[in-house]
């Protein structure tokens, strides 16, 4: 089996793609949209991708890279992200002047950083990478913020622990895949749908999947560019049987313009 | 008229201050929990807040700092996006090999750069703060990405224009009180709810809103920390006049849990 992740190895994508399936070859993309380009055409078998986090909310841009490339989420997982500072063996945090990794890691770790106003923040592609480098560099002074097992793949130290300013920084991971698996007994779908104009379309969806014990554990209003007053909506929706969610789905076709299904899937838990 | 903004002069957020009041008094802070907590201790009249953009979607830990602070948002207004490369007088792109700027501007312009592979891309504090210092210290070979009004404040010379990504990236300010003016002819609300545990419970609210002929034109949720299968929704109200809010309001008491009013105000155009 060969998975697409973000970054390189050693990266949070890694983690989840170790935690699923366990040692898989992988295929390291620079970009979102180059995993999800190389899903689309077959280059790999499943592409692992973040799709939001508790505290900045959903990774929007993603859910679009999903619908543009007709992929299907075919699983969740949650992770914990745990960022770690690290740096060459012997080194200690007065030896560093410059800290590397992906700018959303440097905004996470930010406050940490507050007492060290000399030390220069630079933002590089990939926590992972950022570890690679020092390592293969051997860079003096210079520390990643990255995950442990970075820290383990790349041989390096690590000098001060978990400093996120937010500790239950869990973050939602999807796989993503060209063709929709036929899964045993999913009890989840996440769908992308355009509401009919008419005043109330949305509370009638609602209550359609109300009746249908349909539980919405989340909805996202999507403005869409151009059309000031139409919206997309990003939900999750999580049933007992598929069935609830086959029988709604031809119930709110008279309030919907559009509907695409971006997967049906069995939830994880946090 | 003193008004807190984040960051420094020649901001975005000071763009949209000169907007709104012409020339004022600013306080500039350079983190948004900075700027509430000025708000909130009455060290300012108002506070000038970015609340999301098109692209990535809300800012959602803003939210946050609001409620948190008792603030009220008693406007909004709509600015474009547009970021520019700018340097000291006579440097032109060639002579660049450092690039300064905020990591979401950063972010914004990152397929600029790709046709540029040996500039190395720095995050700062601030976008205007990376103008300001250029021109302090005279930094040759240094760009920083920021507002035109940044490159007239500070000086310096627009050596590419509006490099960002995607061109339509509106980004939605609100302005934050300590007290809830008495507005004229209001017809707006931002409010945060947590629903109760029934199902359909959301489709009820959204029943009553459309009852009341009040157009939603944002709806997001927000899992709460710890508590699994509860969640908070950001929405945003429009409607004719107050009284139908009001109504609404008395209307879904049975349910929800917890009800705060961010905010009633005029609602601004793209």
Redesign the interface.
Known sequence: MKVAIQGVKGSYHHQVADLLYGEVELLECSTFDQLSRAVAQGDVDKGVMAIGN????????NYTLISENGLNITAECYLDIDHQLMALKGQSLDDIVEVQSH??A??QCKPFFRDYPEI????TDDTAAAAYRIQRDGKKGIAAIASSIAATIYDLDIIASDIQEIK?NATRFVVVEKEQEDQQEPNKATINFVSSHE??S???I??I???Q?I?????????I??K?FL?SFVADLEFEALDQFTKARQQIQPYIKELTVLGIYKSA??
């Open positions: 508790s505290i900045a909310g959903s990774i929007l841009p700018p959303m440097l905004l220069k923040l630079v933002e239950n005043a109330g949305l509370a009638r609602l209550t999947f109300g009746a014990r539980n919405l554990t989340k909805i996202q209003s999507i403005p560019v151009d000031p919206f838990t946090l």
